[in-house]
């Protein structure tokens, strides 16, 4: 069972970036799937999950409106669209099955900068 | 928000040791459906979290029983019996039960 992320960078504030995280070794579309983050020296930070079937979709105040979370189970695929990029989203991002959060990725940088 | 409080925020421990990091959440965490929804990972450094401890009591597959999860409500406790090197790291609770999903600080442990 493997979730690897890709699609991590720099960006200037401002910009845009797709993060996907890809599944192999698991059923994909029987989970609830997330995001978590970490910021340079900091802890964790849920940002967003998404149903199986895609119909509900849930976000952590801080990202709502900015961040996209989605998913191809054809694909078993799951994606994070990163929107009017601040400094502060600079983190590792993880994707990690849920509920129980019990498999994670390894990670992919977003480094936000000028 | 349910804010989640872990104490200590860093511990030095003796291998062979016992080591216990609290964790309390500012809304009870135990369901309707009778279960406790904390979880706790273990973050090793350059690692993603590792799941240790799922609903309040539950070891994860592959994880030393030397690792033990208790509480009720709003307080709850990871022991670890016996420490051992290979448990250096960060420590992380995780609660389930509502939105938005809210981890503790985080406890690092150091021999």
């Known amino acids: 069972v493997q979730l690897v992320e890709s699609g991590g960078g720099l960006v200037q504030p401002g910009g845009s970036l797709r993060l996907t995280c890809t599944a192999s070794?698991?059923?994909?579309?029987?989970?609830?799937m997330s995001w978590v983050r970490q910021a340079p020296g900091k802890g964790l930070e849920w940002v967003a999950h998404?149903?199986?079937?895609?119909?509900?979709?849930y976000y952590v105040d801080s990202v709502k409106g900015r961040f996209t979370i989605s998913r191809d189970n054809a694909k078993n695929s799951l994606y994070l669209q990163l929107n009017s990029l601040r400094v502060e989203d600079t983190a590792v991002y993880y994707c990690?099955?849920?509920?129980?959060?019990?498999?994670w990725g390894q990670g992919t940088t977003v480094t936000v900068s000028s | 928000e349910i804010v989640m409080t872990q104490t200590p925020l860093s511990l030095s421990v003796t291998p062979g040791q016992p080591a216990t990091i609290s964790c309390k959440s500012s809304?009870?965490?135990?369901?309707?459906?009778?279960?406790?929804?904390l979880n706790w990972f273990l973050q090793k450094p350059g690692q993603p979290p590792q799941l240790l401890i799922y609903?309040?009591?539950n070891r994860f597959s592959g994880v030393p029983d030397r690792f033990s999860g208790s509480g009720s409500g709003t307080d709850f406790t990871l022991e670890i019996s016996r420490v051992e090197a290979e448990d250096v790291g960060v420590y992380y609770c995780?609660?389930?039960?509502?939105?938005?999903?809210?981890f503790g600080q985080g406890t690092k442990v150091e021999i």
């Open positions: 990690a099955r849920t509920s129980a959060f019990d498999i």
């Open positions: 070794g698991v059923i994909f579309s029987n989970y609830w």
């Open positions: 998404i149903k199986q079937d895609g119909s509900e979709k």
């Open positions: 809304q009870s965490l135990l369901h309707s459906d009778g279960k406790t929804y």
């Open positions: 609903e309040l009591s």
């Open positions: 995780l609660q389930t039960i509502q939105l938005p999903r809210t």
